[in-house]
C-alpha cells in the first residue's frame, strides 16, 4: 500500500464503490499530483462524480483504500476535511436568497465552525476571493437573483475562501458559454500555482477542454479508470471511440491536441436535385478557396482522394466533403482510385483545382480521363508545366493536355469558375424542367466560348 | 437598499450593520408596544394612571394596598384605582408578557423549520407538534377532567401531546432513509390524523364542557399567571439561546446536504437537533394559549425580506417580531369586541396575518435583492 510516492495529496488505491448494489467504481488506482489540474473524462454514468465524492469521504468504498494527505480519507473528521479538499458539487441550488457575499462567505465554515465570529483573516479570505473570481461589484446581489455565469463563479469563490489546497470541481462549466468556460480553466491554472501542495480534480464533458487545460487526464468507462496521462498520450481515435463510443478525429496542433467531428464516409450524398454535385480534385491546400466558394453556393462537393493531413483533407473533413483518404505520402491505393470512380460516378460536373502534381496523385488526373467527355470539366489555373506544379517528370502535363483535348475548360480563376458552373446549374434546372435532364446531356459548348463569359 | 461597498472590504459587513440596527429598531418598538398595550383591554389603564402605578411599584409599595392620593377612575369606569392595578399586575401583565414569549417562541420555531425544511411553509404546525398539543388538550376534556380547568392538567396533557408528536417525528428522523421531504409529509399526516381524533372527541362530548377546549384550540392568553409567564420564559430562552447558536449551520443547510457536507458539516445530525429544539419551543409556546396559527409563519418571512435570509440575524429579529406581532394581536383581541367580551387572539393573527403577509409577499415580489 506505501508502494506510491508519498508526496501525493491524494491517493486511490484499489478502489471498488458500489451504489445501490450497483458497482459504481472497480478497482480505481491513482494518484493527484500535487500543482496539477487532473480532468476526469468519461460519458455520463462512467463515475466521474463518484469519484470526485469519493475522494472526499462524501462516499465509502466497498473495498480499496482512499487517502488524503497521506492519511485514510475517513480518519479526517468532516470539518478537517473541509480544511483540506473545497468542494463545488454539480447543480447545487440555494434555497436562501443570501447576497453573493454571504454566499461566499459561508466557504468559512470549516475554519470557524458554528460559533466563532468572523474575523480580520475571514474577511480578507472573502474579499480575496471575490476579486479573484470578478465579483467585487455584485457582492451586495441575490445569489439567486445572478446570471448563471455568476453564479458559478460565486460556487468557484466560495470554494476559494475556504482556503483548501485541494479543489474538485463537478462538471462546473456544463452550463457556462464558451468564454466562462475558458475562464474556469483559467483560474485552475492559478489555483495550482498558489501553494506547492495545491491541485485540483475537475470532470468535464467538452474533451478540448480537457485536452487544452489539464495537465492529465483520467478516463473513466464503465467504472474503470483505462487511460491516467497527459493528453497528447491517452487522447486518441481508438480511445474515444472505445470511452465514448463515437468516431472523432484527433488531430495535433503545435503542442495541443485537438479533439474534431467524426469525418463523413466516402459515400456519395444522397441525390438533391436542386444542387449540382460538383467533384473537386484538390491537394496542397490548393482547393481551400474554390471548396469554400462552392460550398457557400450551396453546391453539393464530393472530393478526389487526398492525403490524410493534407490541407485539403482537412478542409474537406471541416466543410463534411466526402472524400477517399490515404495514408501521408503514400501513392494512391486501388481502393481509393475504386471510391474515387465512384464519386465520379455521381458527379455532374469535375473541378480540377491549380494543385501540385507529383507520383502521389498523377492517378487522379487519369481517372478522371473517362468522365470528362461526359461532364462539365473545369481546370483552374494554367496547365502544371508552366505554372511550375508538375513534379512529375511531364506525367502530369501530358495527362493536363489529355483532359483538354477530351473537353475540358480552362478557367482562370474561382470567380470564373462558379460563373460557369451556375451557368451550368440553369442549364441542367431547364434540361430536368423538360423532363430530360441527365449529366451526360450537359456538355460545355466549347472551351473558347465558355473561356469568354464574364468573370 | 444601501449600495454595496465597493473596492476593499469593509471592517464590519454593511450587513452585520444593517442587522444591528434592526435589532435596535425592533427591541424599540416591542417596549413601546408593551408600554403601551395596558391602555387598552378590557380593562384599560389611563396612561396618567400608568405612570402612577410605575411610580408605586419603583418606590416598592405591595400592589393594592396604600391609597391613592386623588381617586384616580380608570375610564371612566368608576373603578378604584386599586383594583385598576390588581387587574393589571395580576392579570393582565401576565398576559401581555406571556403573548410576547409565546410570539417569540413560535416565530423561532417557524425560523428553523422553514430552514431545515428549506420550504417557506414552514410552521410550528407543519410538524404535527401543534396538533398534537391539541390532542392532548382535547383528551382531557374527553376524559372529563375540564372541571379542573386552570388546573396543571391542561397546559401539562398539552406538553406531552406536544412532545409525543415530536418524538414520532424525530423517531422517523433517526432513520438515515427518511428525507426531509418524508418528515414534512408525516408532519402533515399526523397532523391531520389528530385533526380528525379531536374533531371525534367533540363530538362525543356535550357542547357546555366544551367552551374552555374551543378556546384553548382557537388560541387565548385570558387567565394568563405569572407562574405561566416563568415557565414559558425559561423554555423560550432555553430553546431560544441554543438555536440562535444554529445560526451559522442553518445557513449552510441552506446549500443543500452536499453542499454542507463537503464544508464539513453533517446535516442529519444538526437536522435532528434543530427539530428537537423547534418541536421543545413550539409545545412550551402551545401548553397554556392552545394554537396561534400564522405567528410562525409569517415572522421569519416579513424580517427574511426586510433583512434578508442571514439565520443568525434572522432567528432574533424573527423572535421579536413575532413578540410585537401577538402582543398588538392580543390588544387586538382585548379591545375588538369591547364590553369584556374577549375575542380569542388566534382568530385576530389569522384575520390581521394573512392579509398582511399578502401584502407583504406581493409588495416585495420581484423588487428583492
Same mark, same amino acid.
Given at each position: 500500500?506505501?508502494?506510491?510516492?508519498?508526496?501525493?495529496?491524494?491517493?486511490?488505491?484499489?478502489?471498488?464503490?458500489?451504489?445501490?448494489?450497483?458497482?459504481?467504481?472497480?478497482?480505481?488506482?491513482?494518484? @493527484?499530483?500535487?500543482?496539477?489540474?487532473?480532468?476526469?473524462?468519461?460519458?455520463?454514468?462512467?463515475?466521474?462524480?463518484?469519484?470526485?465524492?469519493?475522494?472526499?469521504?462524501?462516499?465509502?468504498?466497498?473495498?480499496?483504500?482512499?487517502?488524503?494527505?497521506?492519511?485514510?480519507?475517513?480518519?479526517?473528521?468532516?470539518?478537517?476535511?473541509?480544511?483540506?479538499?473545497?468542494?463545488?458539487?454539480?447543480?447545487?441550488?440555494?434555497?436562501?436568497?443570501?447576497?453573493?457575499?454571504?454566499?461566499?462567505?459561508?466557504?468559512?465554515?470549516?475554519?470557524?465552525? /458554528?460559533?466563532?465570529?468572523?474575523?480580520?483573516?475571514?474577511?480578507?479570505?472573502?474579499?480575496?476571493?471575490?476579486?479573484?473570481?470578478?465579483?467585487?461589484?455584485?457582492?451586495?446581489?441575490?445569489? @439567486?437573483?445572478?446570471?448563471?455565469?455568476?453564479?458559478?463563479?460565486?460556487?468557484?469563490?466560495?470554494?476559494?475562501?475556504?482556503?483548501? /489546497?485541494?479543489?474538485?470541481?463537478?462538471?462546473?462549466?456544463?452550463?457556462?458559454?464558451?468564454?466562462?468556460?475558458?475562464?474556469?480553466?483559467?483560474?485552475?491554472?492559478?489555483?495550482?500555482?498558489?501553494?506547492?501542495?495545491?491541485?485540483?480534480?475537475?470532470?468535464?464533458?467538452?474533451?478540448?477542454?480537457?485536452?487544452?487545460?489539464?495537465?492529465?487526464?483520467?478516463?473513466?468507462?464503465?467504472?474503470?479508470?483505462?487511460?491516467?496521462?497527459?493528453?497528447?498520450?491517452?487522447?486518441?481515435?481508438?480511445?474515444?471511440?472505445?470511452?465514448?463510443?463515437?468516431?472523432?478525429?484527433?488531430?495535433?496542433?503545435?503542442?495541443?491536441?485537438?479533439?474534431?467531428? /467524426?469525418?463523413?464516409?466516402?459515400?456519395?450524398?444522397?441525390?438533391?436535385?436542386?444542387?449540382?454535385?460538383?467533384?473537386?480534385?484538390?491537394?496542397?491546400?490548393?482547393?481551400?478557396?474554390?471548396?469554400?466558394?462552392?460550398?457557400?453556393?450551396?453546391?453539393?462537393?464530393?472530393?478526389?482522394?487526398?492525403?490524410?493531413?493534407?490541407?485539403?483533407?482537412?478542409?474537406?473533413?471541416?466543410?463534411?466533403?466526402?472524400?477517399?483518404?490515404?495514408?501521408?505520402?503514400?501513392?494512391?491505393?486501388?481502393?481509393?482510385?475504386?471510391?474515387?470512380?465512384?464519386?465520379?460516378?455521381?458527379?455532374?460536373?469535375?473541378?480540377?483545382?491549380?494543385?501540385?502534381?507529383? /507520383?502521389?496523385?498523377?492517378?487522379?488526373?487519369?481517372?478522371?480521363?473517362?468522365?470528362?467527355?461526359?461532364?462539365?470539366?473545369?481546370?483552374?489555373?494554367?496547365?502544371?508545366?508552366?505554372?511550375?506544379?508538375?513534379?512529375?517528370?511531364?506525367?502530369?502535363?501530358?495527362?493536363?493536355?489529355?483532359?483538354?483535348?477530351?473537353?475540358?475548360?480552362?478557367?482562370?480563376?474561382?470567380?470564373?469558375?462558379?460563373?460557369?458552373?451556375?451557368?451550368?446549374?440553369?442549364?441542367?434546372?431547364?434540361?430536368?424542367?423538360?423532363?430530360?435532364?441527365?449529366?451526360?446531356?450537359?456538355?460545355?459548348?466549347?472551351?473558347?466560348?465558355?473561356?469568354?463569359?464574364?468573370? | 437598499?444601501?449600495?454595496? &461597498?465597493?473596492?476593499?472590504? &469593509?471592517?464590519?459587513?454593511?450587513?452585520?450593520?444593517?442587522?444591528?440596527?434592526?435589532?435596535? *429598531?425592533?427591541?424599540?418598538?416591542?417596549?413601546?408596544?408593551?408600554?403601551? =398595550?395596558?391602555?387598552?383591554?378590557?380593562?384599560?389603564?389611563?396612561?396618567?394612571?400608568?405612570?402612577?402605578?410605575?411610580?408605586?411599584?419603583?418606590?416598592?409599595?405591595? *400592589?393594592? !394596598?396604600?391609597?391613592?392620593?386623588?381617586?384616580?377612575?380608570?375610564?371612566? !369606569?368608576?373603578?378604584?384605582?386599586?383594583?385598576?392595578?390588581?387587574?393589571?399586575?395580576?392579570?393582565?401583565?401576565?398576559?401581555?408578557?406571556?403573548?410576547?414569549?409565546?410570539?417569540? +417562541?413560535?416565530?423561532?420555531?417557524?425560523?428553523?423549520?422553514?430552514?431545515?425544511?428549506?420550504?417557506?411553509?414552514?410552521?410550528?404546525?407543519?410538524?404535527? *407538534?401543534?396538533?398534537? +398539543?391539541?390532542?392532548?388538550?382535547? +383528551?382531557?376534556?374527553?376524559?372529563?377532567?375540564?372541571? +379542573?380547568?386552570?388546573?396543571?392538567?391542561?397546559?401539562?396533557?398539552?406538553?406531552?401531546? %406536544?412532545?409525543?408528536?415530536?418524538?414520532? $417525528?424525530?423517531?422517523?428522523?433517526?432513520?438515515?432513509?427518511?428525507? !426531509?421531504?418524508?418528515?414534512?409529509?408525516?408532519?402533515?399526516?399526523? =397532523?391531520?390524523?389528530?385533526?380528525?381524533?379531536?374533531?371525534?372527541?367533540?363530538?362525543?362530548?356535550?357542547?357546555?364542557?366544551?367552551?374552555?377546549?374551543?378556546?384553548?384550540?382557537?388560541?387565548?392568553?385570558?387567565?394568563?399567571?405569572?407562574?405561566?409567564?416563568?415557565?414559558?420564559?425559561?423554555?423560550?430562552?432555553?430553546?431560544?439561546?441554543?438555536?440562535?447558536?444554529?445560526?451559522?449551520?442553518?445557513?449552510?443547510?441552506?446549500?443543500?446536504?452536499?453542499?454542507?457536507?463537503?464544508?464539513?458539516?453533517?446535516?442529519?445530525?444538526?437536522?435532528?437537533?434543530?427539530?428537537?429544539?423547534?418541536?421543545?419551543?413550539?409545545?412550551?409556546?402551545?401548553?397554556?394559549?392552545?394554537?396561534?396559527?400564522?405567528?410562525?409563519?409569517?415572522?421569519?418571512?416579513?424580517?427574511?425580506?426586510?433583512?434578508?435570509?442571514?439565520?443568525?440575524?434572522?432567528?432574533?429579529?424573527?423572535?421579536?417580531?413575532?413578540?410585537?406581532?401577538?402582543?398588538? %394581536?392580543?390588544?387586538?383581541?382585548?379591545?375588538?369586541?369591547?364590553?369584556?367580551?374577549?375575542?380569542?387572539?388566534? $382568530?385576530?393573527?389569522?384575520?390581521?396575518?394573512?392579509?398582511?403577509?399578502?401584502? $407583504?409577499?406581493?409588495?416585495?415580489?420581484?423588487?428583492?435583492?
Amino acid at each position: 500500500m506505501k508502494s506510491v510516492d508519498e508526496g501525493n495529496p491524494l491517493h486511490f488505491q484499489d478502489v471498488t464503490v458500489e451504489l445501490g448494489g450497483r458497482p459504481v467504481l472497480r478497482e480505481i488506482s491513482f494518484a @493527484l499530483r500535487p500543482g496539477e489540474v487532473l480532468a476526469l473524462v468519461g460519458p455520463n454514468g462512467s463515475g466521474k462524480t463518484t469519484l470526485l465524492r469519493t475522494a472526499q469521504g462524501l462516499v465509502r468504498p466497498l473495498s480499496g483504500e482512499v487517502r488524503l494527505f497521506q492519511r485514510p480519507v475517513e480518519r479526517w473528521s468532516f470539518r478537517e476535511r473541509a480544511r483540506l479538499v473545497a468542494w463545488v458539487p454539480q447543480g447545487e441550488e440555494p434555497y436562501e436568497n443570501f447576497t453573493v457575499e454571504e454566499f461566499v462567505t459561508l466557504g468559512r465554515y470549516p475554519t470557524l465552525g /458554528p460559533f466563532l465570529p468572523e474575523g480580520e483573516a475571514d474577511r480578507k479570505a472573502v474579499n480575496d476571493a471575490l476579486r479573484e473570481a470578478d465579483l467585487e461589484s455584485l457582492r451586495g446581489s441575490g445569489i @439567486l437573483r445572478v446570471s448563471s455565469g455568476e453564479r458559478q463563479r460565486a460556487l468557484y469563490a466560495r470554494a476559494l475562501a475556504q482556503g483548501a /489546497p485541494l479543489l474538485f470541481l463537478d462538471e462546473p462549466t456544463s452550463h457556462l458559454d464558451m468564454a466562462h468556460q475558458l475562464e474556469v480553466f483559467e483560474q485552475l491554472d492559478r489555483f495550482v500555482s498558489r501553494g506547492p501542495s495545491c491541485a485540483a480534480m475537475i470532470s468535464v464533458h467538452d474533451l478540448n477542454l480537457a485536452c487544452r487545460f489539464a495537465d492529465r487526464m483520467a478516463w473513466l468507462s464503465r467504472g474503470r479508470l483505462v487511460a491516467l496521462g497527459s493528453p497528447g498520450e491517452t487522447t486518441t481515435r481508438e480511445r474515444i471511440r472505445e470511452v465514448f463510443g463515437v468516431e472523432m478525429e484527433v488531430e495535433q496542433r503545435g503542442e495541443k491536441t485537438v479533439v474534431l467531428p /467524426p469525418p463523413v464516409r466516402s459515400d456519395p450524398p444522397p441525390a438533391d436535385p436542386g444542387a449540382l454535385r460538383v467533384h473537386l480534385v484538390a491537394g496542397g491546400g490548393s482547393g481551400e478557396g474554390i471548396l469554400r466558394a462552392l460550398l457557400t453556393k450551396g453546391y453539393q462537393v464530393t472530393g478526389a482522394p487526398v492525403h490524410v493531413l493534407d490541407s485539403d483533407e482537412v478542409a474537406f473533413r471541416r466543410g463534411n466533403v466526402p472524400a477517399p483518404v490515404v495514408a501521408p505520402f503514400a501513392p494512391l491505393t486501388e481502393r481509393s482510385r475504386e471510391q474515387h470512380r465512384r464519386l465520379l460516378g455521381a458527379a455532374q460536373a469535375i473541378v480540377v483545382a491549380p494543385l501540385v502534381i507529383g /507520383p502521389g496523385n498523377l492517378a487522379n488526373l487519369a481517372d478522371l480521363r473517362p468522365f470528362v467527355p461526359v461532364l462539365p470539366t473545369f481546370l483552374v489555373g494554367g496547365p502544371p508545366g508552366t505554372a511550375g506544379r508538375d513534379f512529375s517528370a511531364g506525367q502530369g502535363e501530358r495527362a493536363y493536355e489529355d483532359l483538354v483535348v477530351a473537353g475540358a475548360v480552362q478557367v482562370r480563376g474561382t470567380a470564373e469558375l462558379m460563373a460557369l458552373l451556375s451557368a451550368c446549374a440553369s442549364d441542367r434546372g431547364r434540361a430536368s424542367s423538360r423532363g430530360t435532364g441527365g449529366p451526360a446531356e450537359v456538355l460545355p459548348a466549347s472551351g473558347a466560348a465558355r473561356e469568354d463569359a464574364p468573370g | 437598499m444601501a449600495d454595496p &461597498p465597493r473596492g476593499a472590504g &469593509p471592517a464590519v459587513p454593511l450587513a452585520v450593520h444593517r442587522s444591528r440596527r434592526a435589532f435596535g *429598531v425592533l427591541l424599540g418598538v416591542l417596549a413601546i408596544t408593551l408600554v403601551l =398595550s395596558p391602555v387598552v383591554g378590557s380593562v384599560s389603564t389611563p396612561p396618567g394612571d400608568l405612570v402612577f402605578f410605575v411610580a408605586r411599584a419603583l418606590t416598592g409599595t405591595p *400592589v393594592g !394596598t396604600g391609597s391613592c392620593p386623588v381617586p384616580v377612575y380608570a375610564g371612566g !369606569t368608576s373603578v378604584p384605582c386599586l383594583v385598576v392595578e390588581k387587574v393589571l399586575v395580576d392579570s393582565r401583565l401576565p398576559e401581555m408578557f406571556l403573548a410576547a414569549l409565546v410570539g417569540a +417562541a413560535l416565530a423561532l420555531a417557524g425560523a428553523t423549520l422553514q430552514g431545515v425544511f428549506r420550504n417557506p411553509l414552514g410552521d410550528p404546525y407543519l410538524l404535527g *407538534v401543534s396538533s398534537g +398539543a391539541a390532542l392532548g388538550a382535547s +383528551a382531557l376534556f374527553l376524559l372529563g377532567v375540564g372541571a +379542573a380547568l386552570g388546573s396543571i392538567y391542561l397546559p401539562a396533557l398539552a406538553f406531552l401531546g %406536544a412532545m409525543g408528536t415530536a418524538a414520532l $417525528v424525530l423517531l422517523a428522523a433517526r432513520s438515515p432513509r427518511t428525507s !426531509t421531504e418524508t418528515l414534512l409529509l408525516t408532519g402533515v399526516a399526523l =397532523s391531520s390524523f389528530f385533526g380528525a381524533l379531536i374533531a371525534l372527541f367533540i363530538s362525543l362530548r356535550p357542547q357546555s364542557a366544551l367552551l374552555p377546549l374551543t378556546f384553548w384550540i382557537l388560541g387565548s392568553f385570558g387567565g394568563a399567571t405569572w407562574p405561566q409567564v416563568e415557565l414559558v420564559l425559561g423554555g423560550t430562552l432555553l430553546a431560544g439561546t441554543l438555536l440562535a447558536l444554529h445560526g451559522r449551520d442553518l445557513n449552510v443547510l441552506q446549500l443543500g446536504e452536499e453542499t454542507a457536507r463537503g464544508l464539513g458539516l453533517s446535516p442529519p445530525a444538526i437536522q435532528r437537533r434543530l427539530l428537537l429544539l423547534a418541536s421543545l419551543v413550539t409545545a412550551v409556546a402551545v401548553a397554556f394559549n392552545g394554537i396561534i396559527g400564522f405567528v410562525g409563519l409569517i415572522s421569519p418571512h416579513v424580517v427574511r425580506r426586510l433583512q434578508g435570509p442571514d439565520y443568525r440575524a434572522l432567528l432574533p429579529l424573527s423572535a421579536l417580531f413575532g413578540a410585537i406581532f401577538l402582543v398588538l %394581536a392580543d390588544d387586538l383581541a382585548e379591545s375588538l369586541l369591547g364590553g369584556g367580551s374577549l375575542l380569542p387572539v388566534g $382568530v385576530v393573527t389569522s384575520f390581521a396575518g394573512a392579509p398582511f403577509f399578502l401584502y $407583504v409577499l406581493y409588495r416585495r415580489r420581484g423588487g428583492g435583492r
